[in-house]
C-alpha cells in the first residue's frame, strides 16, 4: 500500500465486475461502487437522501478473478486500495481522464449479509490468449511484476 494514498471505501456494487486482460495476459477487474451519504436528521428523526457517490473500481491479477467470480451488482463491499489518476486518447482523438480506486483488499461487508469464504489454491499464470470486452476505454498494460 502507498504511503499517504490508501482509500478505504464501503459501498454497493453498482455493476456486475467486468473480467478483461491486458495484452500481457494480466487479468483485471472493474466494477462500480456508490456510496450513499444519506443521514437521519437528529431533529426529525427521518433518513434524508444525500447526493451518492460513485466510484470506479480495477482489480488485478487473481483477486481480478475472484472478484468477478464473487461479486454481482447489488452486493456491498469493502475496498481499500489506492488513488490512480489515468489518461487515454480515444480513437477520434478526444483526451480522457479518470481518477480510479486500485484495490489492495476487496470483501463483502457482513453488517447486513452473510458470506462463505472459500480459499483458492494458488492459480498459475494465465495462459496468454487474449479476451477481451467491447468497451471503448483501453485496459491498462501494467508491467508483469507487481504494478504498485
Do not use: H
Not at 26 to 35: D, K, L, N, P, Y
Not at 66 to 90: F, P, Y
Not at 112 to 133: L, P
Amino acid at each position: 500500500m502507498a504511503v499517504g494514498n490508501t482509500v478505504t471505501i464501503i459501498g454497493n456494487v453498482t455493476r456486475d465486475p467486468e473480467l478483461r486482460f491486458t495484452n500481457s495476459g494480466m487479468a483485471v477487474a472493474s466494477f462500480g461502487v456508490a456510496i450513499n451519504t444519506g443521514r437521519r436528521n437528529p431533529q426529525t428523526g427521518q433518513w434524508e437522501e444525500g447526493e451518492p457517490s460513485f466510484f470506479d473500481v480495477s482489480c488485478f491479477r487473481e483477486m481480478a478473478d475472484n472478484v468477478a467470480e464473487s461479486l454481482q451488482k447489488g452486493t456491498r463491499v469493502i475496498v481499500t486500495g489506492r488513488l490512480n489518476q489515468r489518461t487515454w486518447q480515444t480513437d477520434t482523438g478526444e483526451k480522457r481522464s479518470k481518477v480510479e480506486i486500485i484495490a489492495d483488499e476487496v470483501g463483502p461487508s457482513l453488517r447486513w449479509a452473510t458470506a462463505t469464504v472459500q480459499r483458492n489454491e494458488r492459480r498459475e499464470a494465465f495462459d496468454g490468449a487474449s479476451r477481451t470486452s467491447g468497451s471503448s476505454e483501453p485496459v491498462p498494460d501494467y508491467p508483469d511484476e507487481e504494478p504498485f
